[in-house]
Nanobody, 115 residues
Framework: QVQLVESGGGLVQTGGSLRLSCAAS????????MAWYRQAPGKQRDLVAI???????NYADSVKGRFTISRDNAKNTVYLQMNSLKPEDTAVYYC?????????WGQGTQVTVSS
């Protein structure tokens, strides 16, 4: 059974930082790309960042230079370091495991940035 458990969300002021974590189980973590998506109220779910099994990364233009995705294969955990947060970063953030057969989603964690 695949499980993705996010943590680290919360309320932060503009300009602040948060680090999201996602602990994975039930998959061969080191062999799979991982991603973070987010969904703001009334908007579609968008890709924020992705990291391949080899450690290559890619980011949405809106977060480049502010967010960093990383992974610790020994801990089966992927992280999203978010700096210089803006009110428009307010959303539910989802961890996603990108398998060849299907994607698995976590339950999401709320990030709220106050102005």
């Amino acid at each position: 059974q695949v499980q993705l458990v996010e943590s680290g969300g919360g309320l932060v002021q503009t300009g602040g930082s948060l680090r999201l974590s996602c602990a994975a189980s039930g998959i061969i973590f080191s062999k799979n790309a991982m991603a973070w998506y987010r969904q703001a109220p009334g908007k579609q779910r968008d890709l924020v960042a992705i990291i391949t099994s080899g450690g290559s990364t890619n980011y949405a233009d809106s977060v480049k230079g502010r967010f960093t995705i990383s992974r610790d294969n020994a801990k089966n955990t992927v992280y999203l370091q978010m700096n210089s947060l803006k009110p428009e970063d307010t959303a539910v953030y989802y961890c996603v495991a990108l398998l060849t057969t299907r994607n698995y989603w976590g339950q999401g964690t709320q990030v709220t940035v106050s102005s």
